[in-house]
Nanobody
Framework: QVKLVESGGGLVQAGGSLRLTCTAS????????MGWFRQAPGKEREFAAS??????YYADSVKGRFTISRDNAKNTVYLQMNSLKLEDTAVYYC????????????????WGQGTQVTVSS
């Protein structure tokens, strides 16, 4: 069973950038579909991006601003977030699963603890 730890969250002004990192422990990282989700206060958890292998998928709300990538040699997945908006404020969660393409939370069975991203005006 893989374990996930996120880092890189913080406070940033609108228009700024952050890079989130998710490091996995355990074996066979390259076999996992990896995803990033987010949950804003009072809202349901929503899909942001996934990376089953070399292909990537994005929610419309982040497309063109966020980039997901993975380094299988380092057991790590990243989420580069540019042009951040106030509405990007949320707790961001990393997740690991086995169902392609990983655009729904129900496809994942392992979650990290989350990292807070706050975008200020």
């Amino acid at each position: 069973q893989v374990k996930l730890v996120e880092s890189g969250g913080g406070l940033v002004q609108a228009g700024g950038s952050l890079r989130l990192t998710c490091t996995a422990s355990g074996r066979s990282f390259s076999r996992y579909v990896m995803g990033w989700f987010r949950q804003a206060p009072g809202k349901e958890r929503e899909f942001a991006a996934s990376i089953p292998d070399s292909s990537t998928y994005y929610a419309d709300s982040v497309k063109g601003r966020f980039t997901i990538s993975r380094d299988n040699a380092k057991n790590t997945v990243y989420l580069q977030m540019n042009s951040l908006k106030l509405e990007d404020t949320a707790v961001y969660y990393c997740a690991a699963g086995s169902t392609w393409p990983g655009t729904k939370a129900e496809y994942y069975n392992t979650w990290g603890q989350g990292t807070q991203v706050t975008v200020s005006s």
